[in-house]
């Protein structure tokens, strides 16, 4: 064999093992549409291929929530060999779609082979706006989805923490983001013995709440943040107003002070 061919078959060998490692190292996971072909209705509500629409309606018939996404959700778990694991299952076009609407709150429930995922909605004091103040998810651990786990049996509820405030939007419009939003869920139970970790994964959402609208008809886009999330301004004015309350009450008590020792002083003299 000649030194040529040898160096041929010794760099495609070196290529192949150095593709193979980066495939290993990549976490990235490969993209899955559920639509093979695109609607062919030009209608301004036609859903695209890869995205799913939900819709829940009030008492009233006319839709209370909209919501349009490629959702996956991801779950950490611990199987019984002590290793990580992470289960994945997208989020299907047919669920059993539920909830309650109200003026100023309402609540989309959305289930499917045995998860349950609760959507709250609320307004800001002054009406203005609209956003999502919980996310919540509920399974049990004994879920097919879920090989060799170390806990079976257990009903498992993760939510979003206390405080967190999520796509704040005015009411009237809905919410629009080309960015991938994730929403973290664990448990806010420190009884919890599952251990577990949820993440729903958001592309392309389109989310719209309080709309009381005939049909799929959307309200005026409203761009998201880099970020997608926020988070309550309720912490932030607290320590505003106790640092506010520190330094009228040092500056009061420095005036105090001054006042008693002047006076203090003058009869010290006049004595």
């Not at 990235?28 to 639509?35: A, D, E, F, L, V």
Request: hydrophobic letters at 35%.
């Amino acid at each position: 064999m000649k030194s040529t061919d040898i160096f041929l078959i010794a760099a495609t060998l070196l290529h192949l093992s150095s593709t193979l490692q980066l495939e290993g190292l990549s976490t990235k996971k490969p993209r899955i549409t559920k639509y093979t072909m695109k609607p062919t209705s030009s209608s301004a509500t036609a859903v695209p291929s890869s995205l799913s629409l939900y819709r829940l309606n009030g008492a009233s018939g006319a839709t209370c929530i909209l919501i349009q996404t490629d959702a996956l959700l991801s779950i950490q778990y611990r199987d019984k060999y002590n290793e990580d694991k992470e289960a994945d299952t997208f989020l299907p076009d047919q669920m059993d779609i539920s909830g309650e609407c109200w003026e100023d709150e309402s609540r989309i429930t959305m289930a499917w082979k045995g998860f349950t995922v609760n959507i709250y909605f609320s307004k800001t004091p002054g009406g203005e706006r609209w956003y999502v103040n919980s996310v919540d998810l509920a399974y049990s651990s004994s879920n097919k989805l879920f090989e060799h786990i170390d806990r079976p049996g257990l009903d498992v509820k993760l939510s979003t923490p206390p405080g967190t405030l999520l796509f704040p939007t005015p009411v009237g419009k809905s919410y629009t983001c080309d960015n991938e939003v994730t929403i973290t869920m664990f448990a806010q139970d420190e009884n919890d013995k599952s251990g577990h970790l949820a993440k729903l994964y958001l592309r392309e959402l389109r989310m719209q709440s309080f709309m009381y609208k005939a049909g799929n008809a959307w309200g005026p886009t409203f761009q998201c943040s880099a970020t997608g999330t926020y988070r309550d301004e309720t912490a932030p004015i607290a320590v505003g107003s106790t640092l506010a309350v520190a330094t009228v009450c040092t500056v009061v008590g420095y005036g105090l002070w001054r006042y008693f020792k002047v006076k203090k002083f003058q009869y010290g003299t006049m004595a």
